[in-house]
Nanobody, 123 residues
Framework: QVQLAESGGGLVQAGGSLKISCKASGPDFSQKYMGWFRQAPGKKREFVAAISKAGASADYADSVKGRATISRNNFANTMSLEMSSLKPEDTAVYYC????????????????WGQGTQVTVSS
């Protein structure tokens, strides 16, 4: 089973940019649909972005559309999320997830999760 580990979080000022990454280990990364979710304190985990197995298509939450770009490298077993024009409301723990089936925006569809990386946007 694939295992996931996020990296690249940190503190950034509002209006700034950040790139977070997800490294997968184990078999069949290229056979997994991948996604990013985030969870702010006191809130439910929410969908951020998702990408197809080959990386040809992507979907974004309305809250990040136009400010986020999801990508993957199946040779390196990695996935990334670049975000710009960051806002304080983007502050959350960001999780990468892997799924085989199901809707990209449903947390329950993802079978494997990383441990999360904290992104904090200061105003």
């Amino acid at each position: 089973q694939v295992q996931l580990a996020e990296s690249g979080g940190g503190l950034v000022q509002a209006g700034g940019s950040l790139k977070i990454s997800c490294k997968a280990s184990g078999p069949d990364f290229s056979q997994k649909y991948m996604g990013w979710f985030r969870q702010a304190p006191g809130k439910k985990r929410e969908f951020v972005a998702a990408i197809s197995k080959a990386g040809a298509s992507a979907d974004y939450a309305d809250s990040v559309k136009g400010r986020a770009t999801i990508s993957r490298n199946n040779f390196a077993n990695t996935m990334s999320l670049e975000m710009s024009s960051l806002k304080p409301e983007d502050t959350a723990v960001y999780y990468c997830g892997a799924r085989v089936r199901g809707w990209y925006y449903e947390e329950e569809a993802y079978e494997t999760w990383g441990q999360g990386t904290q992104v904090t946007v200061s105003s």
